[in-house]
């Protein structure tokens, strides 16, 4: 059973850091390419960053770009997500994800396999 579980949100003042981590099992880490994304009230679910498979390419969203890096450690099976100069429209719910096709990133949410239950970030002003 693919299990993915997110930690490392909270509450936080703007321009503020946190680091979110994606602890997976089930499967075989290394062989899927892994994206967050992130959620908030009322709106859809949008891309923030994703990693590849075999040589850690990395792609992110312009509104994170400069500000959020995303790394993996297939050793550990952990995701993470470092997230600097935080700003109050980055509060949202926070989501890993996995996909089985491990080729490019894909930025839209319909190509991946397995989620996480998701962690609250929030960043006061």
């Known amino acids: 059973q693919v299990q993915l579980v997110e930690s490392g949100g909270g509450l936080v003042q703007a321009g503020g850091s946190l680091r979110l981590s994606c602890a997976a099992s089930?499967?075989?880490?290394?062989?899927?390419?892994m994206g967050w994304f992130r959620q908030a009230p009322g709106k859809e679910r949008e891309f923030v960053s994703g990693?590849?498979?075999?040589?850690?390419?990395?792609s992110y969203a312009d509104s994170v770009k400069g500000r959020f890096t995303i790394s993996k450690d297939n050793v550990k099976n952990t995701l993470y997500l470092q997230m600097n100069s935080l700003e109050p429209e980055d509060t949202a719910v926070y989501y890993c994800?996995?996909?089985?096709?491990?080729?490019?990133?894909?930025?839209?949410?319909?190509?991946?396999?397995?989620w996480g239950q998701g962690t609250q970030v929030t960043v006061s002003s």
């Open positions: 990693i590849s498979r075999s040589f850690g390419r990395t």
């Open positions: 089930g499967y075989r880490f290394g062989s899927y390419a």
């Open positions: 994800a996995a996909d089985q096709t491990g080729g490019p990133v894909n930025r839209d949410y319909s190509g991946y396999d397995y």
